[in-house]
């Protein structure tokens, strides 16, 4: 498998106007975190790393722009979302350099993610032209035949937002676009490792006229300012998307506030018999590697019919070993790094923990520093983390299968229920394995990494606790508020 040479790290061209932005402001907290490249651990600059009062005066700040009922209408909120997706697409380059440098995406998965980024803001901003309620049957009961009333959508007031390393902008722009076109407020608290791209879409949202008391960006450590902020007495409503013992914490935290959770998964994938073998191999390896396995709609385990798994097993195998490991700004690389060493070890213990209770590797295996090269793995027990957990990392397993039923048990023996795929030429078929998949969505004839970001998107389960994707974050992140006129009064 070809390792390209990790380019020499040029400096990054854009640095934000300060560490932060809070009160309506750019400002430098009291004390700074640095913000390195994890290929190659270069310093690429420093932000705040927020104490708990400067979370407070940034929710506090953010609080009395709501409560100032100062009038946001939806007709000027639909305009600045559209401005700022325009705005993400003419600075599209700068906003690639800045996730793949901080981040752990090639270029290429760099750029794709900001086309998704400028979507999301576009379906942001049709859904603020969108917020309807309905009129009410007073009417049919004798108590009400004199009222006349209707709901309306309102904002729930502040959202608190959390949101992890490995799509730094697009599930940025899932927390921001949601809540403003919503009419709410919103205070955002991005992952240690990427809080360059959230800075840089803060600029964004300010150039394309969002009011600047309406938002804040406080970066900082999960346990300082991520815990403060959900904590926060003044916050109405969380919203989170990392890791399902995160969440639990955030769960806890958060007490009876509104809470929405987006978090992991450990997808399957099946293949059936009459399949079109070469189409899923690569469907599959392309769902298992892409930004090195780090991605919450990741293939890990595949269940092939056992009367093609040796062909269709070879096929993954070929395609996972033409993957090219190497430097995130080399066009040419398949691979970037792990967000960061530690994370590569234990990936690599992971492996190891399967391949000494009986697992083959069939390929990959290897790490250096935060790379860890693509890795196929048969013959894996059940209780392994690689079958039992969320890998997180480049890591798939294959297994066969002697009937759909015992491929479908398999699929859903596991905590998570986030997403999945299954191949056949089938359609009936195709259908009763879908409705048996218990998760949130399944992808026939494609692997569980696809999504259009206005999908309901979540899981049942340990994958999460309500629905993103825009219309339905946008539901979430409103209330219906009743009206009723006695007539004759
Ligand atoms: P993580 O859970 O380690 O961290 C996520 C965020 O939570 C970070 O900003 C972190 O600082 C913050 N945090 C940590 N402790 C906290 C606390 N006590 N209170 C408040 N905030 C706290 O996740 P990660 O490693 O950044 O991301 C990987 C995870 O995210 C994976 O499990 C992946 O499946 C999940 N994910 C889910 C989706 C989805 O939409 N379902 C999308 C992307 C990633």
């Not at 927020?50 to 209408?73: H, I, K, L, M, Q």
């Not at 794709?112 to 009410?136: F, H, P």
């Not at 992971?350 to 790379?371: I, K, N, S, T």
């Not at 309901?456 to 409103?478: D, I, K």
Request: aromatic share 6%; proline share 6%; with cysteine.
């Amino acid at each position: 498998m070809p390792a390209a040479e990790p380019q020499a790290a040029a400096p990054l061209t854009w640095q934000p106007p300060a560490g932060a932005l809070w009160s309506g402001r750019w400002v430098d907290g009291a004390s700074s975190m640095p913000v390195h490249d994890p290929e190659d651990g270069s310093l690429l600059g420093r932000v705040t790393d927020a104490s708990p009062a400067e979370v407070d005066e940034a929710v506090t700040g953010v609080a009395a722009a709501v409560a100032s009922g100062e009038n946001w209408p939806a007709w000027r909120r639909r305009e600045v979302l559209d401005a700022a997706a325009q705005l993400v697409l003419k600075r599209r380059e700068l906003l690639t350099q800045v996730i793949s440098r901080e981040g752990c995406k090639t270029v290429q998965e760099a750029g794709g993610e900001v086309a998704r980024a400028a979507e999301t803001l576009r379906l942001s901003a049709q859904q603020a032209g969108c917020l309807t309620g309905e009129t009410l049957p007073f009417s049919d009961t004798p108590r009400g035949h004199d009222r006349l009333g209707w709901y309306t959508r309102e904002p729930v007031g502040v959202v608190a937002a959390i949101t992890p390393f490995n799509d730094p902008l697009n599930l940025v722009a899932h927390k921001m676009g949601p809540a403003l076109a919503g009419g709410n407020g919103i205070v955002l608290k991005p992952a240690e490792a990427t809080p360059l791209t959230a800075l840089a879409f803060a600029r964004i949202l300010l150039d394309a006229g969002v009011p600047a008391d309406r938002f804040a960006i406080v970066p900082g450590t999960g346990s300082g300012a991520g815990r403060a902020l959900v904590g926060h007495h003044l916050v109405d409503l969380v919203s989170f998307t990392g890791g399902y013992r995160t969440g639990n914490e955030v769960a806890r935290t958060a007490g009876a506030k509104k809470t929405l959770m987006e978090l992991g998964g450990n997808n399957a994938v099946l293949v059936l018999a009459d399949a079109d073998r070469e189409l899923a191999a690569q469907a599959v390896v392309d769902g298992a590697f892409g930004v090195a396995g780090q991605n919450c709609l990741s293939v890990q385990r595949v269940f092939v019919d056992a009367r093609i798994a040796a062909r269709f097993t070879q096929d993954v195998v070929k395609a996972t070993e033409a993957l090219t490991v190497g430097g995130k700004a080399d066009p040419r690389t398949d691979i970037g790094p792990l967000i960061n060493e530690r994370e590569a070890r234990r990936v690599e213990e992971w492996v190891r923990e399967a391949l000494d209770h009986g697992a083959e590797l069939l390929a990959g295996g290897r790490r250096e520093g935060a790379f860890h090269w693509p890795t196929v793995l048969t013959g894996v027990p059940a209780d392994a983390r690689v079958m039992t957990d969320e890998v997180f990392g480049p890591v798939l397993t294959i297994e066969p299968f002697d009937t759909v039923d015992e491929a479908v048990a398999r699929a859903n023996d596991t905590h998570y229920g986030l997403q999945a795929g299954v191949f056949t030429t089938g359609l009936d078929t195709a259908l009763t394995v879908a409705e048996r998949l218990r998760v949130g969505a399944v992808m026939v004839n494609d692997s569980s990494d696809f999504r259009i970001d206005a999908m309901p998107f979540g899981g049942p389960r340990r994958s999460g606790v309500g629905r993103e994707g825009v219309r339905y974050a946008v539901e979430a992140m409103t209330e219906p508020k009743v009206i009723a006129v006695r007539r004759g009064a």
